[in-house]
Each structure stands twice: as C-alpha cells, then as structure tokens.
C-alpha cells in the first residue's frame, strides 16, 4: 500500500509499505477514504512537536470503510463506514479507570505517537471505531474528531449559559469552540490578529471581537464585561506567552477558568497570586 511519512523534520515522501496484519482477534482493517491536515501535522513536519518521533506517517483524522474484521469482533461488518478515534490507550492505569483515557499514561496519539491514516489501510481495535451515517460524506466525517475538540474543551471549561466566554485565536479550533459556547448558551469575545478570521467568527455568533494587533485586548474585555472580567478563556492561539497573556490584566475574574490546547515548550511567567487571585494586579 502507499503511504506518505515524515522521515524527519521537513522532508516527507510516499513509500509502499506492507498492509497491516492483525495483532488480536478484536482488530478491523479500515480501508482509508478522507484524512484532515491538522495543524499538528504541520507541527510535526516542521519538528516541533514534542510528542512525535520520527519517521511518522502523519494522520489522526480518520476516516474509512471497514474492510476486514477479527475473528472475535461484534460491533462492526464489513462495509461499514467509521471514524477512527485518535488515541490508542492501555485501559489499566490509574487515568483510565477514573474515566480520563486522554491522559492515559501509556497513551498513543495516531499519526503523532504511533502511525496514523496518512496511508491506504491500518489497524485499530473494534473500540476505536465508530460508524458513520450514510448522509455524512468522508470529508465532512473527517470534521468530526476536531468537533469532539471543541466538546471536550467546554466540558473541562465547564461552560455554561451564564458563562462570558474569552477564546484567544479564531482559527479552524477557535471557530469549533465559538460554536460549542453558543449552541450552550453563552457569551462570546473572540480575539485574533486576523481580521478576516474575527469576521468569519462574528458570522459564525460571536458577541464580540478584538483585534489585538490594533486594540487593547484587555481594555476590550474590561469594557465588554462591564469591568468583570470573563468567567471561562481558551487559549487556541498558543504562542509563546499566550497563557501568560490570559492571566494577566484582570482578563479573568475570581472562580474563572481557563483551557490551554496546545504544545508550545517554552516557560511561561506566571505567578501563584495571578492564579488563586486573578484580579490581582502586579
């Protein structure tokens, strides 16, 4: 089969490998038909993501048609068109048990830890898989693993209706939690350094934007929030300094929230009093 892998940092090519064989009798085989380009992806190819290995075949939007099943596998046929779950998890360990499988000690992310869908065919467990309706293109399906993104961040905000809502960078994962907050009710400020990414969001519901390469984010806020502060911020912009960002100037208020998405390494300054008190001001 053809696969496409990152050998090392910015170099890539497509190679044939062997198909998969099973490793139990509870493996299907998914023939791949759709594959998202995370901005991981390119995370990966440009060598900075820290979680990754090389060489990778890139991929963990995944999308496909069961070709073949094991021996002891129910919950799915031949044919049948799936989503694949992202992570590989051992079930044992402590995260597991209390529910808390993303965080699973031994896990593996596809197409980051372990080989992901950037190939014609792989293997996962029948547990991994999910079928699809029939009206739901391959495309469209890819989708579904960056929505269930923006599920799982407001679930951990525990965002509800009365909630005001900070997201920082309104690109693809900033837009998917815009729309998460207010199909939940809240209110929504979006925040960028592209304006036509904040139209797009202020199209997509949001209440207010901020440009914060030509407007004082956090008088912004300030004046949006009638002096408050916000009560839940996402950082989906994740640059150097960004979490730092979010704790500062009184953006946050007391029994605030705040969700970081991403993997960038460098420290950040961030005091204890920022944290237990948010409307402290240094």
């Known amino acids: 089969m053809k696969s496409i892998v990152v050998t090392e940092p910015f170099n890539y090519k497509r190679i044939e490998t062997p198909i998969p064989e099973f490793q139990n009798d509870y493996e299907v085989l998914v023939k791949m038909k759709a594959a998202g380009v995370c901005g991981s992806d390119f995370h990966i190819f440009r060598g900075e993501n820290p979680c990754s290995s090389y060489p990778r075949i890139s991929g963990h939007e995944n999308v ?3 070709e073949k099943i094991g021996p002891k596998v129910t919950k799915v046929k031949p044919g049948d068109r799936v989503v694949v779950d992202l992570i590989i998890t051992c079930d044992e360990c402590y995260q597991c048990k209390i529910g808390r499988e993303n965080v699973c000690e031994n896990v593996l992310v596809r ?3 372990t080989d992901g869908g950037w190939r014609e065919y792989f293997t996962a467990p029948e547990d991994d898989v999910y079928i699809i309706p029939n009206n739901v293109s391959f495309e469209e399906a890819a989708l579904i693993e960056p929505f269930c993104i923006g599920a799982h961040c407001t679930k951990r905000g525990r965002v509800v ?9 309104t690109g693809t994962i ?3 939690i815009l729309k998460t907050c207010k199909s939940i009710g809240a209110k929504v ?3 960028d350094i592209d304006q036509g990414s904040l139209d797009r969001a202020k199209g997509y519901g949001a209440d207010y934007i901020i ?5 004082d984010m956090h008088a912004k806020v300030f004046e949006y929030t009638n002096g408050k502060g916000v009560s839940v911020a996402f950082d989906s912009a994740c640059f150097k300094g960004s979490l730092t960002l979010l704790m500062q100037g009184r953006l946050l208020r007391n029994a605030g929230r705040i ?3 991403g993997f960038t390494t460098e420290p950040e300054v961030i005091s204890q ?3 237990s008190f948010p409307d402290y001001s240094e």
């Open 64 to 66: 496909g048609i069961i």
């Open 111 to 113: 197409g980051s830890g």
């Open 161 to 169: 209706a009365e909630d005001v809502v900070f997201i920082l960078g």
């Open 174 to 176: 900033g837009t998917i």
């Open 189 to 191: 400020i979006c925040c």
């Open 211 to 215: 440009n914060s390469r030509t407007e």
């Open 259 to 261: 969700v970081s998405l």
């Open 273 to 275: 009093a920022v944290i």
